[in-house]
């Protein structure tokens, strides 16, 4: 039962959310991995993750939109020296959180039908960002 | 060491909190784990894990009044085609999330006297939605 | 591949956020443990736990700041018997969360350079908080 390990980069384009959800389970899946449990961690502080709709856009549109009220920019913060988008990045980082942890069954994360994993760029700029993946568990056949 | 795996399936009654300790600490306690790790993960998108309050009921009121009022119906969302309760479950999915790792010693969750797991129903209609155990650890007396 | 635990007892003065990085790091180390999965969890409804911004403070006072404009007092709670800050309290740890899952890497938690772990105390009055730690891996060199 040995401890894997991975790191994704992202090369985010500003404010979005990226499914990573196919290049973490193509990751899954060459480890041989059967029954075990998934780490996906964010290494930042103004972008994290969520595992939300997959199918519909417009949810993920409503999901910054209702971020950005939710920790709005010009919020009259003491830290602004980065810009204006840096603080309403780091609420909304500590909001929907930087790990996520998944369940594997016949080798593969046990998402729901309409689950998918993003990474939620929070910063207006693009930034490269990186993921790291952890996968403990039984090997198919052990 | 194995990795063990249980899938609840709760059926709701619309929006409120279903405290589902017992039924995922008896599930541990008859898998012979001693010490390990937990993990308790929901999979819809329009409904959601939390940790808190088991003893007060108001607490739970309380709890669902406040995210209704962040995350209210008729914010003007572009996706509105499931009905006036769906992007509102989708951002307060985000908020409270939908996976919890939840160490395991002496062969129960490391949970606090007043620390309760409750599945929380988004949707104003009755579902019927999959919880996913995970508990990996070391067997009793070994 | 033993399942190591350990808790961790934390003497908070109220209302405040306390970096626990060196803490966790430090035992981390003392077990030997190369590559592995660490958890970080909290035994409490009334205060939780995060990771930020690590360097700058203003950071962390613009997060309590804006933790108390979204689950503010005198919100016309219904469980209010504990005083004006405990219904606040449970908000503000259901938003946060209280477990962490974070990847071990070269005897390490995989943290990103700006990232810290912070307890987060949302009671106005000191309190002794409870944080369970567990880490699973390969020791070094196995």
């Known amino acids: 039962m040995p401890h894997h390990t991975h790191t994704l980069t992202v090369e985010t384009t500003g404010r979005g959310m990226i499914d990573l959800t ?3 389970t193509g990751w899954v899946g060459r ?3 059967s029954t075990g ?6 290494r930042h502080t103004s972008a994290s993750l ?22 709005p920019e010009g919020g009259d913060y003491e830290h602004d020296e980065e810009g204006p988008d840096d603080m309403p990045a780091h609420l ?17 994360p046990a ?16 930034h490269s960002r990186e993921i790291v993946l952890h996968l403990s568990g039984d090997l198919s056949g052990a």
Chains 1, 2, 3 share one sequence.
Do not use: M, Y
């Open 50 to 71: 969520t595992i939300n709709e997959n199918a519909a856009e417009a949810v993920q549109r409503d999901l910054l939109a209702w971020l950005d009220r939710i920790a």
């Open 37 to 42: 449990l998934l780490t996906v961690f964010c």
């Open 31 to 33: 480890t041989g991995i």
């Open 92 to 108: 909304k980082a500590a909001l929907t959180g930087v790990s996520l942890a998944i369940p594997v069954i016949a080798g593969t």
């Open 111 to 126: 998402l729901g039908t309409w689950q998918g994993v993003f990474l939620v760029e929070h910063r207006a700029r693009p």
């Open 22 to 24: 196919r290049r973490i």
